[in-house]
């Protein structure tokens, strides 16, 4: 069986891989990500993981990563934790929202072009552990779902935006937009550049979530699940 569909196999029966070797390049686990991905579902847009130095030292890369997000990975604000890999991780992000296809590889560009809302991702992927950036990749970047609030136009400093993270009313993390790469857009810059080289791009309609502000927060047991945002306003999800 194909590594894709094995990933696929075991990501639709929510357990957990023992990594196979792969001697591959970053170019050809992407092309695997690609596969992977379309055995899930239908792509509508793009995330970004290792959006921030300290991360991206501890993995032994100098830049991010990106994933694909999935119409059968959006949930709503109550899910149920059967529906994941456990424990999952909370991301807490900033999603944009392309109304039209960027005009030009720029922040102004980015920010003219899209709507931004609070999201959270959860994460946790199919492989037991992630022995190299391969494998992270391949993976999806351990994307498992996402959470969009409401999307609005942006007319505040969005590096600047503040967040805090409530886990069944207990402080649990804060962090701001200057965490992810100094801007929540500069990881967007970043991907669209790197999908030019591949011959893809962001376009009309595309979700994209940037990386977390925060550190990944692992639950596995029941868990009301708040964010709050110094402009964006609140983000609830219940898992059960």
């Not at 029941?222 to 609140?234: F, H, K, Q, T, V």
């Amino acid at each position: 069986m194909e590594l894709a569909e094995k990933l696929a196999e075991a990501f639709r029966e929510k357990r957990r891989i023992e990594p196979e070797e792969l001697e591959i390049s970053i170019e050809e686990a992407y092309e695997l990500q690609k596969r992977f991905a379309e055995k899930i579902g239908n792509q509508i847009g793009w995330k970004i993981g290792a959006s921030n130095e300290e991360v991206q030292k501890r993995l032994g890369i100098n830049e991010p990563v990106f994933g694909r997000i999935l119409k059968e990975t959006v949930i709503g604000r109550s899910a149920r934790l059967s529906d994941f890999i456990l424990p999952v991780g909370i991301e807490v992000e900033i999603a944009f929202k392309f109304h039209r296809d960027p005009p030009e590889m720029s922040l102004s560009g980015i920010m003219a072009s899209s709507k931004v809302a609070p999201a959270f991702e959860l994460i946790n992927g199919v492989f037991t552990e992630n022995p190299s950036i391969q494998h992270l990749i391949v993976s999806n970047v351990r994307h498992s779902g996402v959470l969009f609030g409401d999307f609005r136009r942006c007319n505040f400093p969005l590096e600047h935006e503040e967040v805090v993270l409530f886990i069944n009313g207990k402080e649990a993390g804060r962090g701001s937009g200057k965490n992810v790469l100094g801007h929540p857009a500069a990881p967007v810059l970043w991907l669209m550049e790197r999908l030019e080289r591949r011959g893809e791009r962001i376009r009309r309609g595309d979700l994209v979530i940037s990386g977390t502000m925060i550190p990944p927060v692992f639950v596995e047991e029941p868990s009301e699940i708040r964010a709050s945002y110094s402009n964006l306003g609140e983000l609830e999800l219940s898992l059960s």
